[in-house]
């Protein structure tokens, strides 16, 4: 049994006190019986059964949203001296206990999600699941060459003992790539690129697992992840 001013508002429909208003106004029922209870519980095998002004509701349990990043943000909810992803939030899933799985740099654009799913942002982010990350890039510097191929996939140590795992890169021409990693280190793939005497011009995430940054998604837009997309990224991570 839930509050059903609670689950209502964490899907979306207001917040509780704007929840409870609906309550009074006669506008929620179950199974068409007009609810007046402010502290109603719902069984949850009733919620298919709950509407709001006589149209069904979509309850979430967990939410998962994709967002483009733009460049020029910071992966943060709050900051005093930077813009951050916040402003991309749309009003009715604020303050329902987002928060961005992983990080992208400022000047990094493309996939990240956002979600209050604590235990699917642990095994995304923890190298120990090895969920992997695709990343398009444009370098200056030393083009790539078919050898680098091969240095990727084995793995390297650089001169100030930074281990990178092994990894997959896909050449485009001699100065534009995809780079697929298995782990989060800081900073990872510009500083990978360094080592190998090349310096990252523009980067763009594009997938996460097997779930593929939304190409109808303009800069600064998110949306919610389809059922589909959501049970297969818990698959991935070994959470269904």
């Known amino acids: 049994?839930?509050?059903?001013?609670?689950?209502?508002?964490?899907?979306?429909?207001?917040?509780?006190?704007?929840?409870?208003?609906?309550?009074?106004?006669?506008?929620?029922?179950?199974?068409?019986?007009?609810?007046?209870?402010?502290?109603?519980?719902?069984?949850?095998?009733?919620?298919?059964?709950?509407?709001?002004?006589?149209?069904?509701?979509?309850?979430?349990?967990?939410?998962?949203?994709?967002?483009?990043?733009p460049s020029g943000y910071i992966t943060a909810l709050n900051d005093d001296h930077h813009r951050t992803i916040a402003e991309f939030i749309p009003e009715k899933w604020q303050n329902k206990g987002l928060f961005p799985i992983g990080r992208l740099d400022k000047d990094t654009e493309g996939l990240l999600l956002i979600s209050n799913d604590g235990q699917l942002s642990h095994r995304i982010c923890s190298p120990k699941w090895e969920i992997k990350k695709t990343y398009w890039l444009i370098i200056e510097g030393k083009p790539f060459q078919q050898d680098d191929i091969e240095k990727f996939s084995q793995g390297?140590?650089?001169?100030?003992?930074?281990?990178?795992?092994?990894?997959?890169?896909?050449?485009?021409?001699?100065?534009?790539?995809?780079?697929?990693?298995?782990?989060?280190q800081y900073h990872q793939v510009k500083r990978m690129m360094k080592s190998t005497g090349r310096e990252v011009k523009l980067l763009r995430r594009i997938q996460i697992a097997h779930l593929e940054l939304d190409p109808k998604l303009e800069s600064g837009e998110m949306r919610l992840l389809t059922d589909n997309e959501k049970a297969d990224l818990y698959h991935t991570c070994q959470l269904d």
């Open 1 to 69: 049994m839930e509050r059903i001013d609670k689950i209502l508002a964490q899907s979306g429909y207001g917040s509780r006190k704007e929840i409870k208003q609906m309550i009074k106004a006669g506008r929620i029922q179950v199974a068409d019986q007009v609810i007046d209870d402010l502290g109603y519980k719902i069984d949850l095998i009733d919620l298919p059964l709950l509407t709001i002004d006589g149209q069904n509701v979509k309850i979430y349990d967990s939410l998962i949203f994709m967002l483009n990043k």
């Open 156 to 184: 390297f140590k650089t001169l100030d003992g930074s281990i990178f795992l092994p990894s997959e890169l896909k050449i485009i021409d001699g100065y534009e790539a995809e780079l697929t990693v298995y782990e989060g």
